[in-house]
């Protein structure tokens, strides 16, 4: 008998970490492989954790996350239009946490999970890890990365239970526009489907219009969760802080899940949401500005590659760019632009089939960076056989 479950060795690793492995010691790089802020968290933010760790709250906090914070999140929701309480609010350690979560809580052995492909592959990971079945539907560039609710219908068996929305997308970029999730809502209340929306680049939106959520759609509340947190808006990936945000029942089953995985997230780190969530939003408008102006370039930058196409992202700080007339796959595309040039990008088809073609680019980074990714992946291009 094998130490390790068959169900943990058919998990995939991400090929995100892969590529990031690959770059390890190599000198004069360029990286665009991690979905990372560059940024350094905000210092009010850093201080209300301090503060919180000096006033020796370094105990267990309750499951669900402590009152101050649960609040500050139901109140963000209800500016939004959105009438989340407190109860229905769990804290997490990052989103991916609550994503597990969220999985465990509602998943059982063989139900199965209509996913976007590409996609984030941590989806996949997930489902397997819980003992789901991962159901892949393509969204293609031609739809501007939404699903054609026509694919989900023809996904949907009598073991479908959940549809995962993700937008603005990691790896695409692509955001759904309010027909195609009313689409979607409509269909999981026929289907009698629920929703898994991850909403965490909700704030990294280039459309220039609010963001809309399908938990805002009629009777859709009660049939969605939303996981979000502070990672990307607030460059805090190493705070490891999220929240879910679901009709009571599922909250308390994951309040009851999470003693068995964290117990509680450190209050400190809790704190330092509340003051995210609830101070001065100029740091935010900043590290926006400069996504923007990135983004600018990026697309500009691949769109005058030959052979190259970009489909401007519509959100996230994501571009991915097609290269299907390069000749090259994108795991061959991704290796040789790493090898030959020490540039590190994340090959479409470490998204799902359907990303093969494509290449993800993370725009968090510098615009020195940028430009002098885009100065080597054009010569690298221009180097293939036409
Ligand atoms: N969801 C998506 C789509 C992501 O891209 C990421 C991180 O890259 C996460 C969730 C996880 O975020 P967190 O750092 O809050 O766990």
């Known amino acids: 008998m094998s130490f390790v479950s068959e169900k943990s060795k058919a998990t995939p690793r991400s090929v995100i970490r892969e590529m990031f492995a690959m770059q390890t010691g190599l000198d004069n790089l360029v990286s665009f492989a991690l979905g990372e802020p560059d940024f350094t968290t905000p210092t009010h933010i850093i201080e209300a954790a301090a503060e919180s760790f000096h006033r020796g709250e370094t105990h267990y906090t309750p499951n669900a996350g402590i009152p101050a914070l649960r609040e500050a999140i139901a109140r963000s929701y209800q500016e939004r239009g959105l009438d989340y309480r407190p109860e229905e609010i769990l804290v997490g350690a990052g989103a991916i946490s609550v994503l597990c979560l969220a999985c465990t809580a509602v998943l059982d052995i063989g139900d199965e999970v209509l996913l976007p492909d590409p996609g984030w592959a941590n989806y996949q990971g997930l489902m397997m890890q819980v003992g789901a079945k991962p159901v892949p539907v ?144 100029s740091c935010v408008t900043e590290m926006l500005d400069h996504y923007r102006r990135r983004r600018e370039i990026i697309v500009e930058g691949l769109n005058s590659i030959e052979r190259v196409h970009c489909l401007p992202p519509k959100g996230a700080f994501y571009a991915f760019p097609n290269i299907s007339q390069t000749g090259l796959g994108s795991r061959e595309f991704a290796i040789r632009l790493l090898q030959e040039t020490h540039t590190v990008v994340v090959p479409g088809v470490g998204f799902g089939q359907g990303g093969e073609g494509f290449i993800r680019i993370s725009y968090a980074t510098s615009e020195e960076n940028i430009r002098e990714g885009l100065r080597r992946i054009k010569k690298f291009v221009e180097s293939l056989p036409g």
Do not use: C
């Not at 479908?160 to 993700?166: E, G």
């Not at 190493?238 to 679901?246: H, I, M, P, S, Y």
């Open 138 to 281: 393509r969204v293609s560039e031609e739809n501007g990365f939404m699903y054609d609710v026509a694919d989900l219908r023809a996904a949907v068996t009598p073991r479908t239970k959940l549809i995962v929305l993700n937008f603005p997308s990691n790896p695409t970029g692509g955001v759904a526009d309010t027909e195609n999730l009313r689409q979607i809502a409509e269909l999981a209340k026929e289907k009698d489907l629920y929703i898994l929306t991850d909403e965490i680049y909700h704030e990294l939106l280039w459309t220039g219009e609010p963001y809309t959520s399908i938990a805002s759609f009629p009777s859709m509340k009660e049939r969605t969760i939303v996981v979000d947190g502070f990672s990307k808006k607030y460059a805090m990936t190493g705070f490891r802080l999220g929240w879910g945000a679901a009709p009571e029942e599922v909250t308390a089953t994951m309040t009851k899940l999470v003693e068995n995985v964290l117990s509680s997230v450190n209050e400190g780190v809790q704190w330092a949401g509340v003051a995210a969530l609830t101070g001065d939003q």
